[in-house]
């Protein structure tokens, strides 16, 4: 009787011992699966966010067994810094700040992965009653933005394709918070912004919307692609899969957006209470419309780039920045994490 009751002892034993192994089992591969990925955005949280925050809030990150967390960013040259100094493993830039960092700075080690703006969102803005219609209109004209704003250190560009010399305009260099209001107020002939930030602006100070000229780079021969989701090479190398499901879980969040981009701006309002919701609504649409949906990502699905235009884009990159051109310039985007194309299609 004692040896039965020793043996059932040892069996239930053995039983806790089993279910206690299974049970560290699982919790390691929980473990492994929730991979942390530190994001940073390239600006405050506004309309554009909406698809990575909706993402994460609808779980769709964790879905993939990844663990996000997402920051506001301070301009697309500090994202890629703060990536290139381990400071975060992805974030969301400007794919010619990626370039001009790199160029200047070969250690900087971040790759390109989902080109979200289809084109470069800058854009000169003037008042129709400075008589500035057309690009030839800027000749003699000042012009003012911040010295590290896209569309400024792009002004080569546009001069080149527009018949205008690069020094036929005077740059006056301001604070990204007074540059629509020295234009609203006629102590600028013209300004450079984002498209969907500077008209919001002008228009927020009380600018008529009839009186604003925008001439958007990409309807004047700058081929120059927008933001792209950006990534490590030592975490593209060390774990592919992590920026595959990343890349999925956006790319499902991007479609939805865009599908709604009403429910979408929810997720924004959600992390900062303080936007304006109707405004920031507007700027989602017009980045949409104007950066995201364009001809070439119906024809090759969202995130992608054409071989092609990437290598003209390049050779103006190199001509409009003084930049030397490397092979390195040439990989800063790789097209192999993104879905398979019939999940980028546009809704």
Not at 161 to 185: C, F, K
């Amino acid at each position: 009787m004692q040896q039965t009751k020793s043996s059932r002892l040892k069996r239930f034993g053995r039983g806790i011992t089993l279910l206690a192994g299974l049970g560290a089992l699982a919790l390691s591969l929980g473990a492994k699966a929730d991979t942390d990925i530190r994001f940073t955005l390239d600006w405050r949280f506004e309309g554009p966010s909406a698809p990575f925050l909706m993402a994460l809030e609808k779980g769709y990150f964790k879905d993939e067994g990844l663990n996000v967390s997402i920051d506001s960013g301070s301009g697309s040259a500090g994202a890629v810094t703060r990536l290139a100094t381990n400071a975060y493993d992805m974030g969301f830039a400007d794919y010619s700040a990626l370039t001009e960092t790199t160029a200047n700075n070969p250690g900087t080690n971040v790759t390109g992965v989902y080109m979200v703006y289809n084109a470069m969102p800058a854009a000169v803005f003037a008042l129709k009653s400075s008589g500035i219609k057309e690009p030839a209109d800027l000749k003699g004209k000042t012009l003012g933005a911040p010295v590290f704003d896209g569309g400024r250190k792009a002004w080569p560009s546009f001069a080149r394709h527009n018949g205008l010399e690069v020094g036929d305009v005077t740059w006056q260099s301001v604070e990204p918070a007074i540059r629509e209001t020295l234009l609203a107020r006629g102590q600028l002939d013209g300004i450079t912004g984002f498209y969907f930030t500077s008209l919001l602006n002008l228009e927020a100070r009380g600018v008529d919307p009839d009186d604003i000229v925008a001439l958007k780079y990409p309807d004047y021969g700058v081929e120059f692609y927008g933001n792209t989701i950006v990534a490590r090479n030592d975490l593209l190398e060390s774990n592919p899969e992590a920026v595959k499901g990343f890349l999925r879980a956006f790319n499902k969040a991007l479609q939805e957006t865009i599908a709604d981009p009403d429910s979408a701006i929810a997720y924004v309002k959600k992390r900062d209470q303080l936007i304006d919701e109707k405004l920031e609504l507007r700027r989602l649409k017009l980045a949409l419309d104007t950066n995201v949906v364009t001809d070439e990502t119906r024809a090759e699905g969202l995130g992608a780039v054409t071989e092609e235009r990437m290598q003209r884009a390049l050779a103006d990159m190199v001509a409009s920045y003084g930049l030397t051109a490397t092979p390195e310039l040439a990989a800063l985007f790789d097209s192999s994490y993104l879905p398979a194309e019939a999940e980028r299609q546009i809704p």
